[in-house]
């Protein structure tokens, strides 16, 4: 074959340019992106600053005005009331590990065992506070995977207890089940508790913290990512809000028109 009759040879067409970004569209996202960023800080600021100012608020009635910062000082120290609240704590936990604390522990559960609806209040409340504070307890400390809702798609779920002895002659198989709670995304606070056979859970390698990230930022942020990428990827998520809802409008009006 001769080298004329072949083919001329077409240069690539190279793509055209991306149209410039309007300099409204660039404020929006410098102030979604300074909104992301500043967002957590000032929300993880005022929840604490609610936190110490309600302890305060409850703890400053019992301690005398004598011993109160403010008496001397002509401000108000914040948080004084939470150290207060602290120190009793520590004090109060010192002496139920004593024999006489012991002792009016027990008469004082004794006391509201006795009573019909303040006993059910009391023990529920008291097995949730060990099982979340018992540096023992191993409970929500590990996390899974469970196949919910349907076959082939997986859910993050939080590991607790073994079902009671009631309850576990009542599920049907005769295999070993667990409980586990499934969170909500963006919630974490809201799920589904249910009772699933400890061979269908696949346990994973992760904190209970990162799991509540990954649910909440709807698996945006993944853990082990750095800083700088979660902020990329909040940042680019509320950007693809932005756009779906403005295409939402668009297409709303088009309706109407």
């Not at 006993?119 to 979340?132: D, H, M, P, S």
């Not at 990230?213 to 940042?235: F, R």
Request: aromatic share 10%; net charge neutral.
């Amino acid at each position: 074959m001769n080298r004329d009759d072949l083919p001329p040879t077409v240069p690539p067409v190279e793509p055209p340019p991306a149209a410039p970004r309007g300099f409204t569209a660039r404020l929006r996202n410098y102030f979604l992106t300074g909104l992301v960023v500043a967002g957590p800080v000032a929300i993880t600021l005022y929840l604490t600053w609610w936190f110490v100012t309600w302890v305060d608020g409850l703890v400053r009635p019992f301690v005398p005005v004598d011993y109160r910062p403010e008496t001397y000082l002509p401000f108000g120290v914040p948080g004084s009331g939470l150290v207060v609240a602290a120190v009793a704590l520590t004090l109060l936990g010192f002496l139920a590990h004593n024999l006489i604390g012991r002792t009016l522990v027990d008469l004082g559960e004794r006391l509201l065992g006795r009573m019909p609806v303040v006993r059910a209040i009391y023990r529920g409340l008291k097995q949730v506070f060990e099982a979340l504070f018992s540096g023992s307890g191993s409970s929500f400390r590990r996390v899974g995977l469970v196949e919910f809702p349907s076959p082939g798609m997986w859910s993050i779920v939080l590991i607790s207890q073994s079902p009671s002895v009631e309850i576990a002659n009542r599920l049907p198989d005769q295999e070993e089940h667990i409980s586990v709670f499934l969170p909500c995304a963006p919630n974490p606070t809201t799920g589904f508790f249910f009772y699933v056979p400890k061979s269908k859970i696949i346990e994973v390698e992760m904190s209970a913290e990162d799991a509540a990230t990954l649910i909440m930022s709807a698996g945006v942020v993944q853990p082990g990512s750095d800083q700088q990428k979660k902020i990329a990827a909040l940042a680019g998520m509320a950007n693809a809000a932005r756009i779906a809802n403005a295409a939402n409008l668009e297409a709303a009006q088009a309706e109407t028109d």
